[in-house]
């Protein structure tokens, strides 16, 4: 039984406890936190946390080591712990930190996939599978989280399911992360090919059932501070093939007199954008703000009864929470039927 420590563990990555049955390569998850205390809790899901993780070192087979402290030296010293055993660091970590002078091998989630090549044609192919993209307003939007649960469902379900995720953690749960092109400095045209291309070439080996694919970034300029690189990868998705459904994970917004308008506008410039008329939204508990004196974005993560008391309710739009399960399964219902009344078939 191979074992995968997670350090640290925080609600920002609590789907690695949720869907945890969707980890391939590992059988059990050892949580480590670093709070204080000898032993915080249990996850809603029967994984212990604790902060033991000396004593973790010696019964893990790897460690995964993600953002949640800013003590470089702390990270080291985990490193250190887990010297011989494999470690795999988060690609947002990896940014964070240099981690070139740990003196021990990092190892890639990586999961071998073909690579579109450089092509000069200017071809689309039609791609005749029913495709369900997961876009949002920015990071920190609970996109990942909402990636597993739709992938869970329909794996669940008993549907074939090909799948290219946002994170480069993507390949521990089973799929493949968006391939390194989509970031490289080369046109937009030529990304949109590509990635046609590539997926095309895919679908047609595997034969899913249903194509889910991530978005990174945010669909449009979230404010004048949080630029979102303009909705730029959502875009080149839109264009590479037919989007059927279009589920956007939203920051937390307050119930007010003109929220009800303006998730009824930004509905209608999806649909125009993307040219997906089945647009739903995850209404997440993350609230983003600025901060102006640091310059920096800042996220909060708001509780359930937060949530449940401004969740939209609108009688032309399909709204749920994918973290607390708020109007989970009857969203799930909604995108299965319209998948199976779009003309794909599945």
């Known amino acids: 039984m191979r074992k995968l420590a997670v350090y640290p563990f925080t609600e920002r990555i609590s789907f690695m406890s949720r869907f945890s049955s969707l980890i391939v390569d590992f059988d059990d998850l050892l949580l480590i936190s670093s709070q204080k205390s000898e032993l915080i809790c249990e996850t809603p899901h029967g994984d212990k946390i604790t902060t033991d993780w000396s004593s973790v070192a010696a019964e893990a087979d790897a460690i995964l080591l993600v953002q949640g402290i800013e003590d470089f030296e702390h990270y080291l010293n985990i490193i250190q712990a887990f010297q011989f055993k494999d ?8 940014g964070e930190f240099d ?15 073909e690579i579109a090549p450089q092509t000069t044609a200017e071809k689309i192919f039609d791609i005749d599978i029913p495709v369900i993209s997961i876009m949002s307003f920015g ?16 794996i669940r379900s008993g549907y074939n399911v090909l799948q290219y995720g946002t994170k480069k953690i993507s390949p521990l749960f089973g ?22 291309h590539l997926i095309y070439k895919e679908a047609m080996a595997v034969n899913p059932d249903v194509i889910i ?11 004048k501070y949080l630029n979102n690189y303009f909705g730029e990868i959502p875009l080149i998705i839109a264009k590479a093939f037919q989007i059927d459904i279009n589920i956007i994970s939203t920051y937390f917004i307050e ?47 708001l509780g359930r009864d937060s949530v449940e008391q401004n969740l939209p309710k609108d009688d032309q ?7 607390f399960g708020i109007n989970e399964n009857e969203a799930l219902a909604h995108i299965e039927q319209l998948l199976k009344s779009s003309p794909e078939q599945i």
């Open 175 to 196: 799929f493949n992360s968006l391939p390194d092109f989509i970031f490289e400095n080369i046109s937009f045209s030529e990304k949109i090919i590509r990635l046609n």
């Open 255 to 301: 119930d007010s007199p003109k929220r009800k308008e303006y998730f009824r506008s930004l509905r209608k410039l999806c649909i125009e954008t993307f040219g997906c008329e089945s647009t739903i939204f995850n209404f997440s508990n993350a609230y983003a703000s600025f901060n102006r004196e640091k310059n920096i974005p800042e996220y909060y993560l």
């Open 213 to 223: 694919i991530g978005a990174p970034g945010g669909i449009m300029p979230y404010n």
């Open 87 to 94: 470690i795999y660091i988060e690609s947002e970590l990896l």
């Open 139 to 154: 990071v920190e939007s609970g996109k990942f989280n909402l990636q597993l649960l739709v992938r869970e469902f329909f």
């Open 99 to 113: 981690f070139a002078g740990a003196s021990v091998k990092i190892n890639t989630l990586s999961k071998p996939s």
């Open 317 to 323: 739009i399909v709204f749920f929470n994918s973290i």
